[in-house]
Structures are given as C-alpha cells and as structure tokens.
C-alpha cells in the first residue's frame, strides 16, 4: 500500500507518524517535534486536523486530554531600513 502525505510542507507521510507513535512518542508536541509534521510554511494550518485525527485514533486516546497543535502566524522578515520608513509588509503604514 503506498504511503500518504500526511504534512506536505515537511513531507512527512503517515508511516513516519505511526512509527513515531510506536516508538513511544504519544503526544501532539511530541509527534510534531519527532517527525517535524506542522513545522512548514503553512505552520500547521493544512496538515493539524489531519495529525490530530491519526494521532487520536491510533493511540486511542480522547481528544480533551490532549494538546493540539499551535498555529503560528507565517513571518516574514523585514529589513531595519523598511521598518523605520513604516513600510510593513506591501503597506505602508
Ligand atoms: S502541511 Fe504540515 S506544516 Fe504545512
């Protein structure tokens, strides 16, 4: 059976993340920080729902007592220059 992507940011498939959890790793944080599934560009916006699902079914373990994944907000970084000219981002401000 072919693997499935799970994070396609990090191209983490979903072997990685049962094997992960098989080696011992039980948790969101865990999983996340073992296999870098919702660590990409996106920060987890695509790949979360899909991660909690699997990680929640194979370790039989209900949803509330668990942490889920933090989004974070993409950055982008900007020049000193550019910041004390109020330009943020493609506005100036
Ligand atoms: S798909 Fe997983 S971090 Fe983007």
């Known amino acids: ?3 499935c ?6 191209e983490v498939v979903l072997s990685d993340i049962v094997q992960a959890l098989e080696d011992g790793y039980s948790t969101h944080r865990e999983i996340k920080l073992k296999t870098r599934a919702g660590m990409g ?3 987890g916006r695509t790949c979360r729902p899909l991660l909690d699902q699997i990680i929640t079914s194979i ?15 993409p950055i982008r970084p900007i020049t000193l220059g550019d910041l004390a000219k109020g330009k ?5 401000s």
């Open 1 to 3: 059976m072919a693997d």
């Open 59 to 73: 370790s039989n373990e209900a949803m509330p007592k668990r942490v889920g994944l933090v989004q974070n907000v």
């Open 41 to 43: 560009i996106c920060q």
């Open 88 to 92: 943020v981002g493609d506005h100036e």
């Open 5 to 10: 992507v799970i994070c396609r940011c990090e």
